[in-house]
Protein backbone atom coordinates (compact mmCIF):
# COMPACT_ATOMS: atom_id res chain seq x y z
CA UNK A 1 0.00 0.00 0.00
CA UNK A 2 1.28 3.37 -0.72
CA UNK A 3 1.93 5.84 2.17
CA UNK A 4 0.90 9.50 2.01
CA UNK A 5 3.91 11.12 1.15
CA UNK A 6 4.00 8.64 -1.82
CA UNK A 7 0.55 9.74 -3.08
CA UNK A 8 1.66 13.42 -2.49
CA UNK A 9 4.83 12.80 -4.61
CA UNK A 10 2.25 11.18 -7.12
CA UNK A 11 0.34 14.52 -7.50
CA UNK A 12 2.87 16.64 -7.13
CA UNK A 13 5.23 14.72 -10.12
CA UNK A 14 1.76 14.64 -12.58
CA UNK A 15 1.63 18.01 -11.99
CA UNK A 16 5.07 19.48 -12.38
CA UNK A 17 6.60 16.45 -14.48
CA UNK A 18 6.78 18.86 -17.48
CA UNK A 19 7.64 22.06 -16.07
CA UNK A 20 10.44 20.50 -14.36
CA UNK A 21 11.68 18.70 -18.11
CA UNK A 22 11.98 22.64 -19.64
CA UNK A 23 15.75 23.34 -20.16
CA UNK A 24 15.53 26.73 -19.31
CA UNK A 25 14.40 25.67 -16.09
CA UNK A 26 16.83 23.16 -15.50
CA UNK A 27 19.40 25.78 -16.02
CA UNK A 28 17.85 28.04 -14.05
CA UNK A 29 17.16 26.10 -10.80
CA UNK A 30 20.85 24.09 -11.93
CA UNK A 31 22.88 26.91 -11.85
CA UNK A 32 23.72 27.17 -7.96
CA UNK A 33 25.16 23.51 -8.79
CA UNK A 34 27.21 24.74 -11.50
CA UNK A 35 28.62 27.48 -10.28
CA UNK A 36 30.01 24.76 -7.17
CA UNK A 37 32.85 23.27 -9.86
CA UNK A 38 33.16 26.82 -11.72
CA UNK A 39 33.67 29.18 -8.62
CA UNK A 40 36.98 26.65 -7.40
CA UNK A 41 38.48 26.82 -11.11
CA UNK A 42 38.75 30.68 -10.75
CA UNK A 43 39.81 30.52 -6.67
CA UNK A 44 42.53 28.48 -8.02
CA UNK A 45 43.46 30.51 -10.52
CA UNK A 46 43.51 33.72 -9.09
CA UNK A 47 45.19 32.68 -5.36
CA UNK A 48 47.88 30.94 -7.54
CA UNK A 49 49.02 34.65 -7.97
CA UNK A 50 49.44 35.03 -3.99
CA UNK A 51 51.81 31.48 -3.31
CA UNK A 52 53.60 31.05 -6.69
CA UNK A 53 55.05 34.44 -8.32
CA UNK A 54 56.40 32.08 -11.29
CA UNK A 55 53.24 30.69 -12.19
CA UNK A 56 51.26 34.32 -11.88
CA UNK A 57 54.09 35.79 -14.67
CA UNK A 58 53.56 32.87 -16.91
CA UNK A 59 49.70 33.21 -16.50
CA UNK A 60 49.97 36.74 -17.32
CA UNK A 61 51.39 36.17 -20.58
CA UNK A 62 50.01 33.39 -22.47
CA UNK A 63 46.35 33.12 -20.52
CA UNK A 64 43.60 34.39 -22.52
CA UNK A 65 41.07 36.01 -19.63
CA UNK A 66 37.98 35.40 -22.03
CA UNK A 67 39.28 32.28 -22.91
CA UNK A 68 38.84 31.92 -19.17
CA UNK A 69 35.51 33.29 -18.73
CA UNK A 70 34.38 31.59 -21.51
CA UNK A 71 35.35 27.75 -19.69
CA UNK A 72 33.76 28.70 -16.76
CA UNK A 73 30.32 29.68 -18.51
CA UNK A 74 30.92 26.25 -20.39
CA UNK A 75 31.31 24.35 -17.52
CA UNK A 76 29.12 26.06 -14.77
CA UNK A 77 26.09 25.62 -17.93
CA UNK A 78 26.90 21.86 -18.34
CA UNK A 79 27.20 20.67 -14.61
CA UNK A 80 23.74 22.96 -14.05
CA UNK A 81 21.93 21.36 -16.60
CA UNK A 82 23.22 17.68 -16.03
CA UNK A 83 22.54 18.12 -12.73
CA UNK A 84 18.93 18.41 -12.63
CA UNK A 85 18.52 16.06 -15.81
CA UNK A 86 19.73 13.64 -13.45
CA UNK A 87 17.59 15.03 -10.68
CA UNK A 88 14.36 14.65 -13.24
CA UNK A 89 15.40 11.28 -14.41
CA UNK A 90 15.72 9.57 -10.88
CA UNK A 91 12.24 11.22 -9.88
CA UNK A 92 10.82 10.23 -12.83
CA UNK A 93 11.84 6.84 -12.19
CA UNK A 94 10.80 6.95 -8.87
CA UNK A 95 7.22 7.66 -10.22
CA UNK A 96 7.42 4.99 -12.75
CA UNK A 97 7.87 2.69 -9.91
CA UNK A 98 4.90 4.13 -7.51
CA UNK A 99 3.02 4.17 -10.20
CA UNK A 100 4.02 0.22 -10.88
CA UNK A 101 3.35 -0.54 -7.41
CA UNK A 102 -0.11 1.33 -7.34
CA UNK A 103 -1.40 -0.52 -10.56
CA UNK A 104 -0.04 -4.07 -9.10
CA UNK A 105 -2.18 -2.90 -5.92
CA UNK A 106 -5.63 -2.19 -7.94
CA UNK A 107 -5.06 -5.54 -9.63
CA UNK A 108 -4.44 -7.35 -6.46
CA UNK A 109 -7.80 -6.20 -4.73
CA UNK A 110 -9.89 -6.89 -8.22
CA UNK A 111 -9.11 -9.83 -7.60
Known amino acids: ?13 E ?31 FSGRLWFKRADAVANSQMNPMVLVIAVIII ?3 VAIFY ?11 YQELKAKQQTEKNEKQQ
Open 1 to 13: MLSEQEKQFITYW
Open 15 to 45: ANRNREKRLIIQLFIGIPAGLLFAIPILLSV
Open 76 to 78: TVF
Open 84 to 94: KRHQWDMKDQH
